[in-house]
């Protein structure tokens, strides 16, 4: 029986944030969850006492369902591995597993294992077929979403697909979602939730630069372009970014436009980088990364994360399906 993402992961709200690196934090991540939908940290490339640190502040921030988001295109399968232990170690089991792109098998064996929680975002059918029948909460990423791509059908297109292939599978929408009319037309496309990201860039709990909030507020659809410029860290993958002078010029020197600090170590940030502008980044902000959906078009003021939840809460499948299940 077909059940909403709030149900399947006990939250109030059928809301999921995306785990944006860099930019979503474990204050982020834990503002979304303490107003009842579901949080995510970015995990990226961390692992070791980095990582450890990150799961330390989420776990200490919220005791409600909360994600932690890796890549595992980006980091290989063996730091895949190491990242998970530490994810399933080191956090209660209210803490879920979301992963940005398909894992290897043993990778769902793993976390269900564990009685974790597995959410998988895909961009093609096949994919989103392949996760929902190792049991993960799929999210259908469409080409209106910021950041990098995985698919090239539109957000409707891809949930209305898996719909037909997958009429019990738990299916959450992501792509260009920045109203909640927006919303309602991902819903009646079949989707059992929502994701945001470019929504949560400009959360007052975010971490993006104060500069890439603002050109987030200020742009329309028409500003983004999908590019594949910024590969320095994760190349072979399309982007939607906010357009610059490094989308509109690739031909230039990949010199050091910055610095940013994670996690307390500080880096070079070069032109091209696909680092995304933190509030622990300087340099040429105007140059860097600034990854952006079409949600933009909707989205013109910074809020709270709680605001935004509250906002969506009225047309998402919420808590009284929770409470249905849970006395079921």
């Known amino acids: 029986m077909r059940s909403s993402v709030a149900a399947v992961l006990g939250v109030e709200v059928s809301l999921l944030q995306s785990g944006m690196g860099g930019v979503a934090g ?23 006492e980095a990582l450890s640190a990150m799961l330390r502040r989420l776990t200490e921030g919220t005791d409600r369902p909360v994600g932690v988001n890796l890549i595992p295109e980006v980091v290989g399968p063996e730091e895949l591995d190491r990242q998970i232990a530490q994810v399933l170690d080191e956090t ?39 996760a929902a029948e190792r049991g993960a909460v ?43 009319d927006d919303a309602r ?23 993006a630069h104060p500069y890439f909030k603002s050109a987030v507020t200020a742009a329309t659809g028409t500003d983004t372009v999908i590019s594949d410029v910024y590969e320095i860290g994760w190349p072979g993958r399309r982007h939607r970014v906010l357009a610059t002078d490094v989308t509109r010029d690739p031909k230039q020197p990949k010199n050091f436009i910055g610095r940013t600090t994670v996690e307390g170590k500080t880096y070079l940030v070069p032109r091209f980088s696909a680092a995304v502008p933190t509030d622990a980044t300087s340099g040429r902000i105007e140059e860097m990364a600034m990854y952006c959906g079409l949600s933009c078009d909707a989205i013109s003021t910074e809020a709270s994360a709680a605001h935004i939840v509250a906002e969506f809460a009225p047309v998402l499948p919420g808590a009284a399906e929770v409470a249905k299940t849970k006395k079921g």
């Open 26 to 48: 474990a204050e982020l991540a834990c503002a979304v969850s303490n107003a009842g939908a579901a949080g995510c940290v970015g995990g990226y490339k961390l692992a070791g």
């Open 138 to 180: 799929v999210v259908a990423q469409g080409i209106e979403a910021g950041g990098h791509l995985l698919g090239h059908s539109t957000r409707d297109e891809l949930v209305t697909a898996l719909r037909d292939r997958l009429p019990d599978a738990c299916i959450v929408a992501a792509g260009g979602i920045g109203s909640p």
């Open 185 to 207: 037309l991902a819903i009646a496309a079949g989707a059992d939730g929502v994701l945001l990201g470019t929504a949560f860039v400009v959360a007052h709990e975010s971490r």
């Open 92 to 130: 209660p089991r209210s803490v879920y597993v979301s992963l940005f792109g398909m894992p290897e098998d043993e990778v769902f064996d793993r976390v269900a294992a564990a009685g974790r929680h597995l959410v998988v975002q895909v961009g093609t059918v096949a994919d989103g077929v392949r």
